[in-house]
């Protein structure tokens, strides 16, 4: 399967959880924002762009946040940061601006693509959804690269998830303009006939954790 540029946002406020939520522990033993960079980078996304807020940023670099994939800051490169760990290589970059919402780290991890590797489309994905898979991942990619659509967006049970993959030249002046944190709900509404819903089976492109209760009831699922 052809790789695709993926950005994984993860500069969210937590305000509901109460305290940063992709630091919480998740029934597996990982931290939730462990298990989504693993998901992410096991799939066919390359490269994969980590976007954070400051303050996640400031415990990443300090090489001792996840137990698990060992993540190592590597070198800084024209304004974002190389990383490995034990799945994959990817690219780490520091959203200062996160307070003005989801459309604000878009544009900040696309500004880490080199010109030639957003030609074919770019995935945006979140850290909060625990029940997301690489093989989901790679699902809707190969759906995308099958039927080019302008936008194709995951829907279970009427509501639309992620992740969502769209044509960057096609919608980069859009992409642009966009405020606040709409993500691209936008451009889902004002081209509904470049968007191409792909209805999916179960909830793992839709369930976030938002609040501490659902984090406990990940625990009772698991």
Request: hydrophobic share 40%.
């Amino acid at each position: 399967m052809a790789p695709i540029p993926g950005i994984l946002l993860a500069a969210g406020s937590s305000e509901r959880f109460g305290s940063e939520k992709l630091l919480s522990w998740l029934p597996s033993g990982e931290m939730l924002l462990e298990r989504a960079l693993k998901i992410h980078l096991l799939s066919s996304i390359f490269p994969l762009i980590l976007v954070v807020s400051p303050a996640l940023g400031s415990f990443i670099r300090k090489g001792a946040l996840f137990s698990v994939s060992k993540l190592v800051i590597e070198k800084r490169i024209s304004g974002w940061y190389s990383f490995s760990s034990r799945w994959g290589r990817g690219r780490l970059v520091i959203n200062e601006d996160f307070q003005k919402g989801m459309s604000s780290s878009i544009r900040k991890g696309l500004s880490c693509l080199r010109g030639y590797e957003s030609g074919d489309g770019v995935l945006i994905s979140l850290s909060d959804l625990p029940l997301l898979t690489p093989e989901t991942i790679d699902f809707f990619i190969h759906k995308y690269f099958k039927e080019k659509p302008g936008i194709l967006v995951p829907l279970f049970n009427n509501t639309t998830g992620h992740p969502v993959i769209f044509d960057m030249p096609l919608f980069k002046k859009d992409i642009a303009g966009i405020e606040g944190d709409v993500g691209l709900r936008l451009l889902v509404r004002n081209y509904p006939e470049r968007v191409t819903m792909v209805p999916w089976h179960d909830d793992s492109v839709t369930w976030d954790i938002d609040t501490p209760q659902d984090l406990e009831r990940l625990s009772g699922l698991r």
